[in-house]
């Protein structure tokens, strides 16, 4: 194959060779030339044509020019790992080239292949050996294989390195295990280094355990150690995750004074916080302080406005976002989207549809799976299968969704049969895949299935099921009339069970005019959770149901005397002003609310 920049490597080439390597294998300081040329190489055919002649001129036969050919090749890993393992003896240096370039790749697992490879070696490893591995830990979330390479780092004497500590700390922050986490940071002394304290502010509010979070932050002050952004964006998200509306004005006050508010980051993260804690018009305020904007700061004000359900102001700055010339990607709509399925409004949410397919924006996971929750919500089933189709890229979550929409569309045999679907493709269930297919039958009155579910979440998956799967299955034997078997499961649950299994229960022995069980159930929400005006109804149902209308009598002269219940309301989507304008992008000088502001 001939490649456009084959003759100006070649003519390099042959240039240096001439000048720094006429009769021998050259170490000096002329290989900086070499180092140069690999360095200008923006493709692999470049870097190939480079290896060519250095096969040539036996060049590839010196490590140090063969280290450095090989760092140049690692964003091609397959090529990377051809010249690799036609090494005799590789040394440290490359075998930490090869890792490096496997926690950055997509396929992060061959890196524990090549640590275990370098161990075989009997080398000496360096801390460079360790923290691309553990990187590539933390990608794949290898817990115990994590665990094991920090085993190696405390026997190595290696644990003493504050970098790889910060490696071993992400790596336990990723994967959930803050406790461990915090363990370690409290073991690196002295505990200034300030990507330490950032790692795990963002591992407690990945958790999210917000107010650990703050408490850290405070501990910080307390030490008089200095912020960076990255520090002040985790505690911003931490005080909007909690509503602390004050804690976010002296934040964003500080942010004034040392001049952080020109950060992106940094005002991303004021936006968030003040649109999480109800005051989206302050955010706003700060958008438009900004003088460069990018499209992270368009999606975060964007996405605020939704979640406050305000959703033609969404709009009006999807339109205006179009007039600067912004281009909009998949994150920029799935807030949106997420707010059309939380409110029904489906109208909306076909337009944002039909605007996708105009923008010819790819329809990655993110935003797929986004559109086949909008649809199953809003009622088109079919609409969110063809979506889901269409998806080249699927995760986890999209699967999860697809089954859930079968469930709440009543389709149990299907959201099963794309559950196995999942399974056979590769794609690894998560607890909330399992939740959503217990749901399905439940729904679906498939009792059997639904224990064979909950059986595979244990014993193949490793999954301990939470309060949420055992209301499932609460849930599901009431609805199949087994209240005794329901009874049972919820009285002998490993974990405490809520309000919410026991009153599944109560609404099944309704159905059934089971009283006995019903008033046994209404004593344990008495006496165990708060009183709450659905117990009463369902009891007087139940009642009803059973023909007992001296007990239904008193049930509700209990109720008018003791209880009120809330008021409910309902909206219905009367029409999707605005959008008939959205695709004349350039038609109205008219910008979203506080434009001017």
Not at 269 to 291: E, S
Request: aromatic share 8%; glycine share 8%.
């Amino acid at each position: 194959m001939i490649f456009g920049s084959a003759s100006w490597v070649r003519q390099k080439f042959q240039s240096w060779s001439l000048h720094h390597f006429p009769k021998y294998y050259s170490t000096a300081p002329e290989d900086q030339s070499l180092i140069s040329l690999l360095e200008s190489c923006t493709q692999t055919s470049e870097i190939c044509q480079v290896h060519g002649s250095m096969v040539k001129t036996g060049l590839v036969n010196v490590p140090f020019t063969l280290s450095k050919l090989l760092a140049s090749s690692i964003q091609d890993t397959d090529y990377a790992a051809s010249i690799f393992n036609q090494i005799p003896s590789p040394n440290l240096f490359m075998f930490n080239t090869m890792l490096r370039g496997y926690s950055i790749s997509h396929h992060p697992k061959q890196a524990f292949v090549v640590f275990k490879g370098l161990r075989a070696q009997q080398m000496i490893l360096d801390q460079f050996s360790f923290i691309p591995t553990l990187k590539a830990c933390a990608r794949e979330l290898a817990y115990e294989t994590g665990q094991g390479i920090h085993g190696v780092v405390v026997r190595s004497g290696h644990g003493l390195f504050t970098n790889v500590k910060n490696a071993l700390l992400h790596f336990y922050c990723v994967c959930g295990r803050i406790g461990d986490a915090h363990q370690l940071f409290d073991e690196i002394p002295p505990k200034i280094d300030l990507v330490s304290w950032n790692t795990l502010l963002g591992g407690y509010l990945q958790v999210p355990h917000p107010t650990m979070v703050t408490c850290l932050f405070g501990e910080m002050c307390r030490k008089g150690l200095k912020f960076s952004t990255t520090t002040i964006s985790s505690v911003l998200c931490a005080v909007g995750d909690l509503g602390n509306i004050l804690g976010g004005v002296s934040l964003h006050g500080h942010c004034i004074k040392v001049g952080f508010c020109s950060d992106l980051n940094v005002a991303t993260a004021l936006i968030d916080m003040y649109a999480n804690a109800g005051f989206i018009d302050l955010g706003h305020k700060i958008f438009y302080q900004v003088p460069k904007k990018d499209v992270v700061l368009w999606n975060c004000l964007i996405d605020g406005y939704a979640r406050s359900g305000l959703l033609q102001e969404s709009l009006s700055l999807l339109q205006l976002m179009k007039r600067e010339q912004v281009k909009p990607n998949s994150s920029t709509l799935v807030g949106l989207l997420s707010a059309c399925a939380a409110a029904g409004a489906s109208s909306v949410g076909l337009c944002i549809s039909n605007y996708v397919e105009e923008e010819q924006i790819a329809l990655d996971a993110v935003l797929g799976t986004a559109l086949v929750d909008m649809y199953c919500k809003c009622g088109f089933l079919e609409k969110a299968i063809d979506v889901f189709e269409r998806m080249e890229i699927k995760d986890v979550k999209s699967w999860t969704a697809m089954i859930s929409g079968y469930g709440v569309h009543g389709q149990a045999k299907n959201a099963i049969m794309i559950f196995h679907r999942m399974e056979v493709e590769g794609y690894r269930p998560n607890e909330v895949t399992f939740l959503a297919v217990l749901n399905a039958c439940s729904h679906g009155g498939m009792v059997v299935e639904g224990i064979s579910f909950l059986e595979k979440m244990v014993r193949e998956y490793g999954f301990s099921p939470k309060v949420e799967h055992y209301g499932c299955m609460i849930d599901l034997l009431g609805r199949a009339g087994l209240l005794e078997e329901a009874h049972n499961l919820i009285k002998s649950l490993p974990i405490e069970g809520d309000a919410t299994g026991w009153r599944a229960l109560l609404a099944a022995c309704r159905v059934y005019g089971n009283v006995d069980l019903g008033e046994r159930v209404k004593r344990v929400l008495l006496e165990i959770f708060d009183e709450h005006p659905t117990d009463s109804i369902l009891l007087s149902s139940t009642y009803a149901i059973a023909g007992r209308l001296p007990d239904y009598t008193r049930m509700q002269e209990i109720r008018e005397e003791k209880m009120m219940k809330e008021a409910g309301c309902s909206a219905i989507e009367m029409d999707s002003h605005g959008w008939e304008h959205i695709r004349e992008y350039g038609s109205s000088s008219k910008g979203p609310p506080h434009a001017n502001a």
